[in-house]
C-alpha cells in the first residue's frame, strides 16, 4: 500500500500526559498537512510543511502542539499536557506541488480520546 | 461568516434519485476545489476536482459558479453505496486548504 499511513490508529490518554502521532506521506509528495477533525465537523486545518519547511500554522494551534518533518519525509505532531477538548481525530494528508490541482491525499487518521 | 459553508443535511433520496448538493465559499481569492467523500469514522477520500469547466465523472458532476462564489455536486441514478458525508474543500494560491463541514447523503432502497 503506497497511499498515507498514521500511526497509532487509535490513542487513549490520561488528561495532562504528552503523545506523538507519526504520519508517512506518500512517497514522493512534498507537501505534508495535519487536521483535526471532530464529529460533525469537516477537518480543521493545523499546519503544513513543505519538504521539511513548516509554512503555516493554524492560529488554532496552541503552544501545546508542535510538528516537525525532519527530514521532508515522515511528519510527527506532539500534543503536550493533553486536555479533554484535544479529543478528536488527528488527520495528516499529503500533495505533490506542482501538480495541477494540488489534490490531497489523507491518511486513515490517529482517533486520540483523552479521559 | 464562515470561509466554507455546506448545508449539513441530511438529504434523504431514493435509490435512482438525482441529488445535488452545494458548497458556498467567501474568499474570492480561491482558486482551486475539490469534493471529498466521508464514510463514518473513515478518512475523507478525494471524490473529484472542480475545474473551471466542470468536471464528471461516471454519475457524478462538479460545476464552479465563480460569480455566485459556490460549488456544486451532482449525482445521478443514486446507489445505496452513495450514502456518506460529502466534503467540500477550498483552496486560496499559496495557502492551506479549507473544508467545509459536509453534507450527509442517505439513500435509501
Known amino acids: 500500500d503506497t497511499g498515507v499511513s498514521q500511526d497509532p490508529r487509535h490513542k487513549i490518554t490520561k488528561r495532562g500526559q504528552n503523545v506523538t502521532f507519526r504520519c508517512d506521506p506518500i512517497?514522493?509528495?512534498?507537501?505534508l498537512y495535519w487536521y483535526r477533525q471532530t464529529l460533525g465537523q469537516g477537518p480543521e486545518f493545523l499546519t503544513y510543511f513543505q519538504n521539511e519547511a513548516q509554512l503555516e500554522k493554524s492560529r488554532l494551534l496552541s503552544d501545546r502542539f508542535s510538528a516537525e518533518r525532519p527530514k521532508g519525509s515522515f511528519s510527527t505532531l506532539e500534543i503536550q499536557r493533553t486536555e479533554q477538548g484535544d479529543s478528536a481525530m488527528y488527520l495528516c494528508?499529503?500533495?505533490?506541488?506542482?501538480?495541477?490541482?494540488?489534490?490531497?491525499?489523507f491518511g486513515p487518521g490517529t482517533r486520540l480520546t483523552v479521559t | 461568516r464562515k470561509e466554507v459553508e455546506q448545508d449539513p443535511g441530511p438529504f434523504n433520496v431514493p435509490e435512482g434519485a438525482t441529488v445535488a448538493f452545494n458548497c458556498t465559499y467567501s474568499?474570492?481569492?480561491?482558486?482551486?476545489f475539490f469534493w471529498y467523500r466521508q464514510d463514518c469514522r473513515k478518512e475523507p477520500k478525494l471524490l473529484m476536482s472542480?475545474?473551471?469547466s466542470g468536471n464528471e465523472d461516471g454519475r457524478f458532476t462538479a460545476q464552479l459558479n465563480r460569480a455566485s462564489q459556490y460549488i456544486s455536486l451532482l449525482i445521478r441514478d443514486s446507489k445505496l453505496s452513495d450514502s456518506a458525508t460529502y466534503l467540500c474543500a477550498v483552496k486560496k494560491y499559496g495557502q492551506n486548504f479549507v473544508f467545509g463541514p459536509g453534507t450527509r447523503l442517505s439513500v435509501l432502497p
Open positions: 494528508a499529503s500533495s505533490l506541488v506542482g501538480r495541477e490541482g494540488y489534490e490531497q491525499y
Open positions: 472542480v475545474y473551471s
Open positions: 474568499n474570492s481569492a480561491s482558486q482551486s
Open positions: 512517497s514522493e509528495h512534498n507537501r
